[in-house]
């Protein structure tokens, strides 16, 4: 294995592996020829990419794919090979608090023009995706352990705009946001009160973030690279009918209690005791954050 797969490999979870993802697609073998044409013209490149060993893809070779995901006629043997390498790089890129982007083509980008979960995915093969995704993204919550901080030059919270960038591709958000909510970890306890406190208070008002100058999460922004896109109707509608003010309340009092005997468990309180002070603040913003997330070029809240 080459140092650089090594390091992949050591970012991945229990749940996340090669071997699991590539069954989805039944351990595709690379294909004998391909006859996708690479929507650069760089169809050496992808012969290249297609007949090396999915370990050992360098990951910034995505980039020909990637554009092939948005714009080519796909090949379905070359894409049951190449897909999976991409959704590992998606579970990377989500660990490491960076865009899945390579060069000036992005993941989620190529998913959604190219309809990739309508073309390429069978009923079966969505639901396990899904699934994939879902673990991966439980594991990235479950390493955030502090409200505030960096990784990559960037506040850990951007979490959220991938979970943004999900509600746009994925035909269901809800097995993600229930798993998210079940407050099961530490770290999902902390992504519940860093999500709660953008409905409870105005910009650069929140205590958890002064260490960033007031810059709190905005839980409309997504990390595509989707200027004109917006949440899928189902997933606008299951969060309408989900996220209340109740509901708010109850899961901001459940993850304190979460986090009691933990390093963030005072500031975490100081969250649950403005609880009060904020409920007409978060009424408005729960009715409006389903239209932000529809709703291409969304600007800011409108209270």
């Known amino acids: 294995m080459s ?5 992949k490999t050591e970012l991945f ?9 590539r069954s989805i697609f039944e ?12 929507f650069d013209y760089c ?23 990637f554009h092939d995901l948005a714009y080519a006629d796909l090949q379905p043997d070359l894409f049951d090979y190449l897909f999976p390498v991409c959704l590992m790089d998606w579970h990377a890129t989500l660990m490491n608090n960076e865009a ?13 023009r190219g309809k990739i979960f309508e073309k390429m995915l069978s009923p079966q093969r969505q639901e396990k995706v899904t699934e994939f995704m879902r673990d991966c993204f439980m594991e990235r919550l479950d390493v955030e352990l502090k409200f505030a901080q960096l990784r990559n030059r960037a506040p850990t919270f951007c979490w959220i705009s991938r979970f943004n960038s999900l ?14 909510w079940s407050i099961d970890t530490p770290g999902r306890a902390i992504a519940v009160i860093q999500y709660c406190s953008g409905l409870m208070y105005f910009e650069g008002d929140c205590p958890l973030f002064k260490a960033f100058d007031g810059i709190s999460p905005c839980l409309w922004e997504n990390d595509a690279w989707l200027c004109h896109a917006g949440w899928i109707d189902d997933n606008t509608n299951f969060l309408k009918r989900n996220l209340t003010v109740n509901f708010v309340n109850d899961k901001v009092v459940q993850a304190v209690a979460r986090l009691r005997g933990e390093p963030e468990f005072e500031k975490a309180q100081q969250i649950e005791n403005d609880l009060a002070e904020c409920q007409e603040l978060m009424a408005a913003r729960v009715e409006e954050l389903p239209s932000l997330l529809r709703t291409p070029d969304a600007n800011d809240w409108t209270v």
Do not use: M
């Not at 297609?50 to 794919?65: C, G, R, V």
């Not at 509600?167 to 998210?180: C, R, T, V």
């Open 27 to 38: 351990n595709p073998s690379p294909p004998k020829s391909v006859w996708e044409r690479q």
């Open 13 to 21: 979870g229990k749940q996340i592996s090669w071997e699991r993802v």
């Open 167 to 180: 509600g746009i591709i994925l035909p269901k958000i809800d097995s993600i946001w229930n798993e998210w």
């Open 43 to 65: 169809d050496d490149e992808l012969r290249q990419l297609a007949s090396t060993p999915y370990d050992e893809i360098d990951s910034s070779d995505l980039w020909y794919y």
């Open 3 to 7: 140092k650089r797969s090594k390091r």
């Open 100 to 112: 899945c982007s390579h060069g000036d083509s992005e993941f989620h980008y190529g998913v959604h």
